[in-house]
């Protein structure tokens, strides 16, 4: 498993802006961190972001945060 991949991604329309807006809690809580037309596309955008964010911090010897958001609801097999 990569880095980034123990942080929660996830892009929810944003009727105030009209466009697909991409967030990562536990890196960036400020709020969304990129915009775009299409899901797809935020979704892109934001793990690019996160990727750079996490080797940003890797190379400047900084611990990454502690992955702490978690999905409202846990998948349960049948």
Known sequence: MKAEDKYLKFVRWE????????????????????????????????????HEEVEQ??????ELPAASTRPMREAVPA
């Open 15 to 50: 009727e105030e802006d009209h466009l697909y807006v991409g967030y990562c809690p536990d890196l960036f809580p400020w709020g969304g961190v990129c915009h775009a037309p299409t899901e797809e596309e935020a979704y892109r955008q934001l793990c690019t972001l996160v």
């Open 57 to 62: 911090l890797r190379e400047s010897g900084k």
